[in-house]
């Protein structure tokens, strides 16, 4: 994955790590308890903790707990080579020893790639606790070869080699008459460099053995089943773990549900089936908005988009220099892309950003956008100790490519691949490069599970899917249901990706009773979302019309709803368009961090 901000803000599925926002546009007034200010700086040293056969929780960061799990390295053969899993958890308020204590929650913010312990070691823990209750552990961890977990993913000797690699890395796979190519031939070296750097390790690091992490960790908590709460990639995890294990479901959900099958085909077909949907949110909610709340307002949604068309066309004909204070590069059709699509994810915290920085683009001014999207130049002296439990781009190649089917290394295949996928949305662009960084990689056997996705559980499992959801549409969650009686779909109305990219008290009420009640809802119920993507930045409540939504609510959906509104500005989800060989724009990798820049959180 990526480094992470100091201050914080996906996925998901982070892009990769995980950050939370301080105040953006539309908040709660008065400072939470999970103020962002105690966190800046934090650090805390891995290399200390013990890993053991058994959890003893160390304590770590502010109010949390680690530890580091052993477990088979290949659970074929338990007494051979062994993996450390590093966990983080935030305790339940109740004690254990209280008939109320229900035990651990895991979490999985997605990615493939993206760093559980990023996910809960600030204050989205907090969020969580809110949301599910006081009763239960909010329990994280870093998948197997990923960040802090051992052996790491790592294809590159030096954290510089690796920089220096990404920095000649194009950002959108078709940027110009040999991208196809040039991207093709990468994926080829990054798959030998994988295979160098490979001690016996790299074929192990695959969803199966991570949903039999999973059980590893409940039952290191001396329980029989999971209870297991997973965004985007999460959904698959969670539902390999549904079809291996039936019978250690205590709770399941399913967030953001990705097509299993395709998935494991290697195809990435079908993901961007709604993204056109979360665009036209975009036009249609700037246009109603006004010109005061969206500064790139036009008339129409249609003279919106024809703006942004115009745009992208001056780009790519004449791409724009770029020098501010920290950085420096070029702004042009490709960055441009990627910034949008990234925006698709959290409407509700990057769509009033977007629209202030595509109106400076459109006066000639692209620093806005740039220096919210841009890192400062990177510095090479970063293979520190520390650094050997950094995220880094290449576990995600690892897991989605010793997952899923061997791709076709010919280039025709890739150009064909391109074409197809261009033929369901102009997206493709940026989709392809995750399909295509598996050209090249080792070719191991493929004898670990990979489906049918399907399994009567112990406890019927919830999934949950937004009706506009850029990279998993609602389809695939209806799709995957039907291989768990009695599962339940719940949908919320609303555009982004996960329901935590928008703030619904429905949405969360229903998934805590799940939690609390194992009741799920009635089959096809729907849930809204309170507010709009373009709120009002004076307004202390979200309002519709002249009412205020929360003057009737209770004291406890108030707090559910402040937490599910933070949430709603974070990047919980990583972006698997942003890892992968790593989109670079302008010499320097797009990080979380400039994702939070983007957002509006850092500066």
């Known amino acids: 994955m990526v480094r992470q901000s100091a201050r914080i803000i996906i996925g998901g599925f982070v892009l990769c790590g995980v950050a939370l926002s301080g105040h953006v546009l539309n908040h709660i007034s008065g400072a939470p308890p999970w103020s962002t200010n105690s966190f800046r700086g934090e650090e805390f040293s891995w290399g200390t903790v013990q890993p053991r056969k058994e959890l003893h929780w ?17 659970y074929t053969d338990p007494q051979g080579q062994e993996a450390t899993i590093a966990l983080i958890r935030k305790p339940a308020i109740i004690s254990p020893d209280s008939k109320f204590y229900r035990g651990p ?41 990923i960040a802090r977990s051992t052996p790491r993913a790592s294809f590159f000797k030096t954290d510089v080699e690796r920089e220096l690699w990404g920095g000649e890395t194009f950002g959108i796979v078709n940027n110009s008459d040999e991208g196809i190519a040039r991207t093709w031939a990468r994926s080829k070296v990054v798959g030998q460099l994988a295979a160098e750097q490979d001690y016996g390790y790299l074929r192990h690091i695959n969803t199966d053995q991570t949903a039999r992490d999973m059980l590893s960790i409940v039952e290191a908590h001396g329980r029989s089943k999971i209870q297991y709460w997973g965004f985007s990639y999460g959904s698959v995890l969670g539902a390999a773990f549904a079809s291996m294990f039936p019978d250690k479901i205590e709770r399941l959900v399913i967030d953001g549900v990705v097509d299993s099958e395709n998935y494991y085909a290697t195809l990435w077909s079908n993901n961007l089936l ?26 129409s949604p249609d003279d919106i988009e024809r703006n942004l068309t115009a745009l992208y066309d001056s780009l790519r004909s004449r791409p724009l220099p770029v020098k501010t204070g920290a950085s420096y590069g070029i702004f042009d059709y490709g960055f441009l892309r990627s910034i949008v699509f990234s925006a698709l994810y959290n409407p509700y915290s990057s769509f009033p950003v977007l629209a202030r920085g595509l ?12 220096e919210r999207v841009v890192p400062p130049p990177f510095e090479c002296s970063c293979d520190s100790p520390e650094r050997a439990f950094a995220s880094v781009r290449d576990s995600q190649a690892a897991v989605l490519c010793n997952d899923g089917n061997d791709v076709p290394e010919d280039l025709k295949s890739t150009e064909e691949y391109f074409e197809m996928l261009t033929k369901a949305s102009s997206w493709s662009e940026i989709w392809a490069r995750i399909r295509v960084g598996c050209i090249g990689w080792p070719k191991f056997p493929k ?85 709009k993507p373009f709120p009002h930045p004076e307004l202390e409540t979200v309002s519709e019309g002249s009412q205020s939504v929360l003057a009737d609510l209770s004291q406890e959906d108030r707090e559910l709803f402040t937490a599910i509104q933070e949430l709603s500005k974070t990047h919980v989800i990583p972006r698997p368009h942003t890892l992968g060989t790593g989109w670079v724009a302008n010499q320097r990798s797009l990080t979380l961090e400039g994702m939070l820049r983007f957002s509006g959180v850092i500066s």
């Open 58 to 74: 160390e304590s770590c960061y502010s109010g949390r707990q680690c530890a580091r799990l052993i477990v088979p390295l290949n």
């Open 359 to 370: 109106a400076e683009l459109a006066a000639g001014n692209p620093q806005q956008l740039f």
């Open 274 to 299: 709604d993204t056109d949907k979360v665009m036209e949110s975009f036009y249609t909610g700037c246009a109603d908005a006004g010109p005061y709340l969206c500064p790139f307002w036009a008339s």
């Open 447 to 531: 004898d670990h599970f990979q489906g049918p996705f399907e399994g009567n559980t112990s406890h019927p499992i919830l999934l949950v899917g937004n009706t506009a959801d850029p990279v998993t549409p609602l389809w695939a969650a209806k799709k995957m249901s039907r291989g768990f009686p009695g599962s339940v779909v719940l949908t919320q109305d609303s555009a982004g990706h996960c329901s935590i990219s928008g703030p619904s008290i429905c949405t969360q009420r229903y998934i805590r009773n799940y939690f609390v009640h194992g009741v799920l809802p009635k089959p096809d119920t729907v849930c809204n979302v309170i507010g």
């Open 105 to 145: 929650v895991l979490f999985n913010p997605g990615g493939p790639g993206g760093s559980g312990v990023d996910l809960l070691r600030g204050p989205n823990s907090d969020l969580f606790s809110l949301i599910l209750g006081p009763q239960f552990d909010i329990v994280s961890f870093d998948l197997r070869g």
